[in-house]
């Protein structure tokens, strides 16, 4: 069984751009999660979609977003990109609520 | 609220060694617990879950956790460590909105 895919692992962004970064999850999984890594905060919480639901959402500004597909496909985006934004963003699925994530291994932003 | 603290930063241990990662948790309810370890470079894999049941679990790897609810603690452990298990070890509380600890860093000296 394929893991979680994210896409792309790198990226090189200035301040003021916007991006996009994709996940894959699991076969089967409902459930995407996303959680921004950094070495100051640690890891923390964006947003979970369910059936492309927002189901749960972190203390992010409104310049996160995502959106999850029918085939449960996730994206997330990030606007106006600001320095601090620089970060290892990860997703996670998993089959649905109360059940352990399943994560990827990250998409590295960069920002110059 | 929930929350997650792992008060130890960084532990080194000699290769062969015994390991044990300290995780106190904060939760309104029966916790859903969760040890995770994340290699360099890499997004974050479970080790072992508790969410009813036997106390003790085990996990893969070789590690095992016990929780205590009169402590608040779910404490990860491994009798024998190996070099590969030089990692960053992440205790979580909740499935619903986890919370992570802050993480403890392993490092293995031969």
């Known amino acids: 069984k394929a893991g979680v895919t994210q896409t792309p692992r790198y990226l090189i962004k200035t301040r003021g751009q916007q991006v996009t970064l994709s996940c894959s999850p699991i076969?089967?999984?409902?459930?995407v999660s996303w959680y921004q890594q950094t070495p100051g905060q640690g890891l923390q919480f964006l947003f979970e979609?369910?059936?492309?639901?927002?189901?749960n959402k972190g203390n992010f500004p409104g310049r996160f977003s995502g959106r999850q597909f029918s085939n449960s496909r996730s994206e997330m985006n990030v606007s106006t990109l600001e320095l601090g934004d620089s970060a290892l963003y990860l997703c996670?699925?998993?089959?649905?609520?109360?059940?352990?994530?399943?994560f990827g291994d990250g998409t590295r932003l960069s920002i110059l | 609220a929930q929350s997650v603290t792992q008060p130890d930063i960084h532990i080194t241990v000699s290769e062969g060694a015994s390991l044990e990662l300290r995780c106190n948790y904060s939760?309104?309810?029966?916790?859903?617990l969760f040890w995770y370890v994340q290699s360099p470079g890499q997004g974050l894999q479970l080790l072992l879950k508790?969410?009813?049941?036997?106390?003790l679990v085990q996990g893969i790897k070789g590690f095992e956790a016990e929780f205590k609810r009169s402590q608040s603690s779910f404490n990860l452990r491994k009798p024998s460590v190996h070099w590969s298990d030089a990692a960053e070890y992440f205790c979580?509380?909740?499935?619903?909105?986890?919370?992570f600890g802050a993480g403890t860093t392993v490092t293995v000296r031969a």
């Open positions: 996670a699925s998993s089959p649905g609520q109360n059940q352990p994530q399943h």
């Open positions: 939760y309104g309810a029966t916790p859903y």
């Open positions: 508790y969410f009813s049941g036997d106390t």
């Open positions: 979609y369910f059936s492309e639901t927002q189901r």
């Open positions: 076969s089967g999984h409902r459930s």
């Open positions: 979580a509380v909740g499935a619903f909105r986890p919370g």
